[in-house]
């Protein structure tokens, strides 16, 4: 019997031992057959993953991201230990213990398979996910499962499992773009991922399973019951208790974030600042290596050109007459109550803008229209639609058509709204604000709606400057010696055109001349033909070459039609060229990047402020005060009202196809352009001073309202060889300082006319 169990034994030794052999063998070929073909773990030494290029205002406030993959890259202790406990309890319970790969979970997923044919997931350990996240791909294979295992081993040699659990953490993806703990804590919760509480740890631990369809924007109960799941892990984890689990499975989930990025407050500003960075670093550096830009821009005033830039247009298109509905979706055989708008998931507030469905209109003159934006009701009556000229909304609307509506008041219990009827304008048009010290862009809108087009009229778009042009002749004539005295004809006038063409004969807005004027009048008031005689004085040549000392590039063609603005000229140069007239005759090159930093914090670029004299500082300063006289009484007069130290001037071209203002105070510069993009009339008497400076002054109030002392306001300093003198303003002869039409005019000394006329 002893010799039968001695045998036995040796049997079952050898089978043992030819076990062990084939298991060898197969680890061996296994081995053999792939390590030569695995990525070296020693690029995790190095670790880079994509990361976001962040834009910054002057302020530090966040405007811009750029990114194939949103991450933040956090260190181990910014992660919540709560966040930790809910990730190994969802994912890998047995995190701390194994040595990258689970035999007993692999045994269990392998027999699974086997019975079920076929080839399923779920034994991998976080190691084995994170080498398949960082080296593999998710296909479905044997070859990839044992190339998974294998490295995961690699990377439990080689790091702790504190680094490990870090890179996880940063690599994994938590959907709508967002990858790693932290870019997804931001987005769900608009928080760190050090602060995150349990339920909110739970929720995103939960996500890593399937992220396009447990994400609680996607499915909102896919994801509670997959957040529940996880805190009762934690609980058998002995990480939190009974009790405290059941607490935070009845704790409502209250997102903060949203799947998609909210419209940046300057998206034009923004758009010029990638397309630099494309530009001069490539676009993998701008969308995978995480630059921090820094750039000039004024948040609050960059609102405030917004918000002003909207109003005007939206005037200036009521009087052009109201326009029936563009869509109706009954018409489109959709309907009504189905209907969604994307702009109906954001907050709603007072004074917005928003899409609008007519849901039923009430007839006769008293009946209103019902509304419904998103999940509140709201009814346009008379009032609402005065500015249309009719008697009842039912005269221009009918169910099914899709219109806009002003936000006048928000009655959030009641889930109503107070509204007004708006309309999309059809013209555009552009606010650009600079730092006169500086060069720095602090506002940039280019235009009505970057969704609707990307077209950035503040810089791309090169337009006839009309009059303002003006102040360029009158700078070369000021330094020819003439003075804001001097006497110009307004009177009819022919001018020799080239070969062949008939005589130039310009005439102004008005159709009358006033005979002799003084230049300041005519500048104020912005008269045409002395503009083109004085250009004829000095030379078209003389005046081309004072352009270019302003800034200008585009094409300038030597012919007295240039004096009333026939050349183009974007935005930028034109307040940049304005800008030289505060700035004691000094052109600053714009820019809005100040400095780049890559993301190891090594400074890549820096951008100072990059002076150039353009024109002397006595004759910047006679201009100066020549263009705050259009704001005193010519055609910018109504700025007046603003009661701020002001300069600028109007620009309104042939057919009334651009209006622009242009104008300034000793600190800042704003350019404001408005017209249509197919050159189109803007209509009649659409100067730059009814279309253009309504907007520049609703601009300039917030910036005084923001900035602004009134007790102590800024002033134009004047150089040392201005001489200051009564003349009569009709005239331009000195007269007594109290008598009447005296106004204090500037000179450069030995300019200014000698004796007092009694």
Not at 731 to 746: K, R
């Amino acid at each position: 019997m002893a010799h039968v169990v001695i045998r036995v034994a040796r049997h079952a030794g050898l089978v043992a031992l030819f076990l062990l052999i084939a298991v060898l063998g197969i680890v061996s070929g296994i081995l053999f057959e792939y390590a030569g073909d695995l990525p070296q773990i020693e690029a995790l030494d190095d670790y880079k993953p994509n990361t976001i290029t962040r834009v910054y205002a002057a302020n530090g406030q966040v405007i811009g991201e750029f990114a194939t993959e949103r991450r933040v890259v956090v260190k181990y202790d910014d992660i919540s230990p709560r966040l930790h406990q809910a990730i190994l309890s969802a994912e890998d319970a047995d995190f701390e213990r194994h040595f990258g790969i689970s035999v007993s979970r692999i045994v269990i997923t392998a027999g699974e398979d086997v019975v079920k044919r076929r080839l399923a997931g779920g034994a991998s350990t976080l190691t084995q996910q994170l080498a398949r996240k960082l080296f593999l791909t998710d296909e479905k294979t044997w070859e990839r499962k044992i190339k998974e295992a294998l490295l995961a081993i690699q990377i439990e040699r080689r790091y702790t499992k504190r680094e490990i659990f870090t890179l996880y953490c940063n690599q994994v993806y938590f959907g709508h773009g967002a990858y790693g703990v932290e870019a997804a804590s931001r987005l769900y919760f608009d928080k760190r991922a050090r602060d995150l509480s349990i339920e909110e740890a739970a929720l995103i631990a939960g996500i890593i399973q399937t992220p396009e369809r447990q994400s609680p924007f996607v499915d909102m109960r896919r994801a509670i019951r997959r957040r529940n799941y996880v805190l009762q892990r934690m609980a058998e984890e002995g990480y939190i208790t009974r009790a405290a689990a059941a607490a935070a499975e009845e704790t409502p989930i209250e997102l903060r974030g949203q799947p998609t990025s909210e419209e940046s407050v300057a998206p034009y500003f923004v758009e010029e600042v990638r397309k630099y960075l494309e530009r001069r670093y490539g676009a993998k550096q701008l969308y995978e290596n995480g630059l921090s830009v820094y750039t000039s821009l004024d948040v609050d005033l960059q609102a405030a050109a917004t918000r002003a830039l909207d109003t005007g247009l939206r005037q200036l298109d009521k009087r052009r007459g109201f326009r029936k509905p563009r869509r109706n979706l009954l018409t489109e055989g959709r309907a009504i109550d189905q209907y969604r708008d994307d702009a109906w998931e954001r907050p709603i507030s007072v004074g917005q803008v928003v899409p609008a469905v007519v849901v039923a209109v009430g007839g006769g003159r008293g009946g209103a229209a019902r509304l419904r934006i998103g999940r509140y009701a709201a009814d346009l009556g008379r009032e609402g639609i005065r500015w249309t000229g009719r008697g009842s909304p039912a005269e221009i609307l009918k169910p099914g058509d899709l219109i806009e509506a002003r936000v006048a008041k928000i009655d959030q219990t009641a889930g109503v709204l107070g509204v007004t009827l708006e309309q999309t304008p059809l013209v555009d048009g552009a606010v650009l604000a600079l730092d006169n010290r500086t060069g720095q862009i602090i506002s940039m809108v280019g235009g009505l709606s970057f969704t609707r087009s990307k077209f950035n009229r503040a810089v791309q778009a090169y337009r006839q400057m009309g009059s303002g042009f003006k102040p360029i002749v009158y700078t070369a004539a000021i330094d020819r010696g003439l003075t804001p005295a001097t006497i110009v004809l307004d009177t009819p006038a022919s001018f020799r055109a080239g070969p062949g063409q008939p005589p130039y004969a310009p005439h102004d807005y008005d159709g009358q001349f006033e005979g002799p004027i003084t230049l300041r009048h005519a500048l104020e008031e912005s008269r045409n033909v002395p503009a083109v005689r004085t250009m004829e004085e000095i030379g078209p040549k003389q005046v081309v070459e004072y352009a270019r000392l302003f800034g200008f590039e585009g094409p300038i063609e030597p012919y007295l039609s240039t004096a009333l603005g026939a050349a183009d000229a974007s935005l930028l140069e034109v307040t940049a060229a304005y800008s030289v007239f505060p700035n004691q005759g000094v052109l600053m090159k714009p820019y809005e990047i100040l400095r780049i930093v890559d993301r190891q914090g090594n400074l890549l670029e820096q951008n100072r402020p990059q002076p150039r004299e353009a024109i002397r500082a006595d004759t910047a300063y006679v201009m100066t005060n020549l263009m705050r006289g259009v704001i005193a009484r010519g055609t910018g007069a109504a700025a007046a009202s603003l009661d701020w130290p002001l300069g600028g001037k109007t620009g309104t071209t042939n057919d009334f196809t651009d209006a622009w203002f242009t104008g300034f105070d000793p600190r800042i510069t704003v350019g404001v352009w408005v017209g249509h993009d197919d050159k189109k009339p803007l209509g009649p008497a659409e100067t730059g001073a009814e279309a253009a400076l309504p907007i520049w002054m609703e601009f300039m109030k917030a910036y005084i309202d923001r900035y602004g002392d009134r007790e102590h306001p800024p002033t134009f300093d004047a150089p040392g060889n201005i001489v200051f003198m009564s003349v009569d303003r009709v005239t331009g002869l000195p007269v007594a300082d109290n008598a009447p039409n005296a106004i204090s005019e500037a000179f450069i000394a030995g300019t200014q006319p000698g004796g007092i006329k009694q």
